[in-house]
């Protein structure tokens, strides 16, 4: 994998990268294959026509805006988010700090009803619109869950959405809201969420029409993903990555590799390159690492508030995460240990935000 070196001048303004558009009426097989591809070659991908009712979104988005726009007292009776409920600043317990704040909530139906009740003035609204926003996009994870495997020619087609779909599915939503820079003083952008990858399957992320959203390319080399207020934007997380990977598929990552050389032929120095040997930047598990979990961050816009919802469909916590052996082929060998949810849940949290964690469960 070729990375920038680690000083890079300049490296700060990379193009916009177009990330790969899925249209989800498109024939199935044809879908399930563009999927695997952006999974392989970008870990990150956007989908259009994908079933969620604008209004469903709409609504969701209101009632964070709702939220947000009240008095910090009111705000704080939600909260402190350990792990669920209102945070500002602080992300996780391990002192990562960032200009956000956000509401954390298990997509547990009970769970969602209990944080109604400090969150909203009408705690059964919002959580029959939290509910609601769920159902819908825990419905587009599964059905993308569905293609990949097909794609990947897994035997099972439901093999990863039936973890999210269990039950005791331990599925996350995250409501962040980025106040503007000009708020803090600042003049530029700020970190509102700091570096890392997304430790679950599938992130369904939707922002406002306000950028922020930032992938990783290269060690430094951050290109800004362009708001997009029609799309969902989807990303694998390390989970997949574990469910697909040989150090040959690492390197093939074509197309973040291309847009690096890209960034290298035009205006930007980003200085010279060298090969990465060890996987430090696109960490992956379900897939065997042939998917990758790409890190990202968000930044703070300069004038307007940034909204944005992210919904991480994850296993119950004490599923076994591991490979499926059609996956594993003396040119692809295990990568990973089978470990539970719980076990890497835990790992995670005993981390910080961008310390990687897949490779503690590595063979
Ligand atoms: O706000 C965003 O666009 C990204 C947020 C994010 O990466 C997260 O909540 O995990
Ligand atoms: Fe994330």
Request: proline fraction near 7%; charged fraction near 20%; charge should be neutral.
């Amino acid at each position: 994998m070729v990375v920038a070196s680690p000083n890079p001048s300049r490296a700060e303004k990379p193009e916009a990268i177009e990330l790969p558009v899925i249209n989800l009426s498109g024939e199935r097989t044809e879908v399930a294959s563009l999927i695997t591809k952006a999974c392989e070659e970008y870990g990150f991908f956007k989908v259009i026509n994908h079933g969620v009712p604008e209004e469903t979104v709409a609504a969701m988005e209101e009632e964070g805006v709702s939220f947000f726009t009240k008095p910090d007292v009111e705000k704080q009776r939600a909260g402190p988010a350990v792990p669920y409920g209102y945070g500002r600043k602080n992300i996780g317990f391990n002192g990562d700090i960032g200009e956000v704040e956000y509401l954390l909530l298990h997509t547990n139906p009970l769970s969602i009803s209990q944080s109604s009740i400090t969150i909203s003035g009408d705690p059964q609204k919002f959580c029959s619109v939290v509910n609601g926003y769920v159902r819908a996009v825990r419905g587009l994870a599964c059905d993308l869950l569905d293609l990949m495997a097909g794609g990947l020619r897994v035997h099972d087609q439901s093999l990863f959405s039936k973890m999210i779909r269990d039950v005791e599915s331990d599925s996350l939503f995250r409501l962040n809201h980025y106040p503007p820079s000009s708020f803090h003083h600042c003049t530029t952008g700020a970190v509102g969420f700091g570096e890392h990858t997304d430790p679950q399957i599938l992130t369904i992320l939707r922002s406002n029409d306000v950028g922020g959203l930032q992938i990783r390319v290269a060690d430094a080399v951050w290109v800004p993903v362009p708001p997009d207020p029609t799309a969902f934007c989807v990303n694998v997380g390390d989970v997949l990555q574990l469910f697909g990977s040989s150090l040959n598929q690492l390197e093939s990552h074509g197309k973040l590799v291309n847009h690096v050389q890209l960034i290298k032929g035009s205006n930007y120095d980003i200085g010279p390159y060298q090969v990465e040997s060890t996987n430090l930047y696109f960490l992956k598990a379900m897939t065997n690492g042939r998917f990758m979990s790409v890190r990202h961050r968000a930044l703070t816009n300069i004038n307007k508030p940034r909204i944005s919802m992210a919904y991480f469909g994850a296993p119950p916590l004490q599923a076994m995460v591991t490979t499926p052996p059609e996956l594993v082929t003396p040119h692809s060998p295990l990568l990973y240990r089978p470990f539970t949810w719980g076990e890497y849940k835990r790992a995670s949290y005993s981390l910080q935000l961008g310390d990687s964690r897949l490779q503690l469960f590595r063979k």
